[in-house]
């Protein structure tokens, strides 16, 4: 009996994912995604702690506010486990064996984005959720937060999810074009890095229509204000994003267009590979 | 969800079966020249000097590189617009390192498994029994990274194994291999070929390796068709009986020569062919005619190494 194609994608992803955080493979694959993992969820746990010790003194983080506070971890992350993911099955010549069987380019890329979004997911979504609860235990009636809270899991999801989707593509994008895993992580962060600072630049520099589409650029940028514009929120009184004027769903929507962009160019890349 | 049955095809239709096949890289290189063949079941070596194109035919058989003319069926499934049916019915091992270092072999055999779309039960079954199989045995819970190439080969073949494929290509299974190491693994292709009941293509510049095991023959230059026949067909036809007289030898090998033999020297013996009719009577009344005594009377036959490279086989003579 075979499964259908489904599965197999599945399977391919199910494996992936394993891959992003070293499982079966040597401690070292572990120690990085691992560790880097348990940094992202360090604010949530500090401030959980300080809320069981003085939780009047405490103003929580908002979810809308956490990917910018370990946006910074997120992108180590992906630069280290991108490569491991995509790189490594070039290196390898693996891919020889994956495109002999009835796995499409088109599957392949769909099971490695998936496996990444969904450890950045995980990641960024976990401290999200303890906040969310610790506030609810924070407070005098727990059920009652939780209750009147619950809209924020909606914004909270679908920012996660904008989050990993972007970041994966741009990272396995970015890592498939070499094998050689150190360069491929190079690049990856210089991608973001570059990127980031050119946006804050433009903004600072430029004036009327070009300064307001400048942080367009700026990955960091777009998936701020994307977020922003899921929860509903205002940016900060010294944010680019408030310098620029450009409403919310502009970022969303770049944010989606980027997505789709770098899965085309992601697709490509694999098709013109030789197995 | 339902995966595409083999095609109802005749048990008597070739496994493979390419028309006018072609394939050119850019304007200079044709790898793959109009080439038309018929491949049945059973183990089917394919030969060629290097560059003759062997890998390239088995890229587009595979699915894995589009012709830029003609057409092929493998298994009854079109090559183009077929690719994913067939390739759920196919198993390659390729020629080059394809193995990851940092995982052991029955994970990757199992992933492997997983990937070709049988279940989880039935993939860590089936990749236990394919290792055990191939003869690897504690060593499969060890990163592949610290095999042996002989591993290393067995874990190729255990890959493209797993998921019970009607066709396995072999790419050169022997690559890297020591004598022992080669003879092992081609006992475990014949056994593959006949405990399994999958037919094989595979290639191989060594033809010593594709006599042994291989039933039919398939041999391409530049690109393009030179023969396709069964082992016994080529071998039969460069069957010779050596002769070896008391003297005059020079003499009876005119005598045959003008009776329409093709008549050659092998040190002290005449190499009389068997391709046409039988010389047997030819040689003893002609012997006896020119009073001679008939020491030696033996059939024998070349082997395609001496089919392929007579060059060299007539400097080693020398």
Redesign the interface.
């Known amino acids: 009996m075979r499964l259908g194609r489904a599965f197999v994608v599945l399977a391919l992803l199910s494996y992936s994912f394993q891959a992003v955080f070293g499982l079966g493979r040597s401690t070292v694959a572990k120690v990085i995604a691992i560790g880097l993992a348990v940094v992202a969820q360090i604010p949530a746990l500090v401030q959980l702690g300080i809320a069981a010790i003085a939780p009047a003194d405490l103003e929580f983080i908002t979810p809308e506010d956490y990917f910018g506070i370990v946006s910074l971890v997120l992108v180590l992350f992906c630069a280290f486990t991108a490569p491991e993911i995509i790189g490594r099955d070039q290196r390898t010549r693996t891919l020889t064996l994956y495109f002999s069987r009835a796995l499409s380019r088109s599957d392949y890329v769909t099971a490695k984005v998936g496996s990444l979004s969904l450890a950045l997911m995980l990641v960024l979504l976990t401290p999200q959720l303890f906040l969310l609860v610790g506030r609810a235990v924070a407070g005098e009636d727990t059920l009652g937060y939780l209750r009147d809270n619950v809209d924020e899991l909606a914004p909270i999801l679908a920012g996660t999810l904008t989050v990993g989707l972007l970041m994966a593509a741009v990272s396995l994008t970015i890592a498939s074009q070499t094998p050689r895993r150190a360069l491929a992580t190079g690049m990856v962060l210089a991608y973001f890095v570059t990127f980031t600072a050119l946006g804050s630049i433009l903004v600072e520099t430029l004036t009327g229509g070009a300064q307001k589409y400048a942080l367009l650029l700026s990955p960091f940028g777009v998936l701020e204000g994307a977020v922003l514009w899921l929860f509903s929120a205002r940016p900060e009184p010294e944010s680019e994003i408030l310098k620029t004027g450009l409403g919310g769903r502009y970022y969303f929507a770049a944010a989606v267009v980027y997505t789709v962009v770098l899965l085309a160019l992601l697709y490509r890349r694999l098709q013109r590979l030789a197995v | ?3 595409q049955a083999l095609p109802d095809v005749s048990p008597t239709a070739p496994l493979i079966e390419t028309r006018e096949l072609s394939k050119r890289y850019g304007k200079q290189v044709l790898a793959v020249d109009s080439l038309s063949v018929a491949i049945g079941g059973g183990v089917t070596g394919l030969v060629g000097a290097n560059g003759a194109g062997k890998s390239t035919l088995i890229k587009i058989l ?1 699915g ?1 590189l589009d012709p830029t003319g003609g057409s092929a069926r493998v298994l009854g499934f079109d090559v183009r617009s077929e ?3 067939l ?2 019915w ?1 198993g ?1 091992m ?1 020629e ?8 052991s072999a029955t ?1 990757f055999v199992l ?2 498994a ?6 989880a039960a ?1 993939a860590r079954d089936r990749a236990a029994e394919v290792l055990r199989h191939v003869g690897l045995f504690e060593e499969r819970y060890r990163p592949i990274g610290s095999y042996s190439t002989g591993m290393k080969q067995r874990v190729k073949l255990a ?1 493209a194994l797993v ?1 019970d494929p009607r066709l396995l290509v072999l790419d050169e299974p022997t690559n890297g291999l020591d004598p022992q190491g080669r003879d092992e693994m081609l006992s475990l292709i014949r056994r593959v070929g006949s405990e399994f009941r999958m037919s094989i293509l595979m290639s191989s510049h060594l033809l010593g390796e594709i006599e042994r095991v291989c039933d039919n023959l398939v041999v391409i230059d530049g690109g393009r068709l030179v023969r396709s026949d069964t082992i016994s067909s080529f071998v039969e036809s460069m069957a010779v009986l050596a002769v070896e007289v008391s003297g005059r030898r020079d003499e009876l090998a005119g005598r045959l020569t003008r009776r329409g033999f093709e008549v050659s020297e092998e040190g002290s013996l005449l190499m009389v062919a068997m391709d046409g009719e039988p010389p047997y009577d030819a040689v003893r009344d002609e012997a006896a005619d020119l009073e001679v005594g008939l020491l030696r009377l033996e059939q024998r036959r070349h082997n395609l190494e001496d089919i392929f490279r007579p060059d060299e086989v007539e400097a080693q003579a020398e």
């Open positions: 969800m339902a995966v595979l894995l690719r994913p049916s390739r759920r196919l390659y390729p080059h390192d394809c193995l990851p270092v940092d995982v994970d992933h492997m997983r990937i070709s779309g049988l279940p039935a890959q998921h």
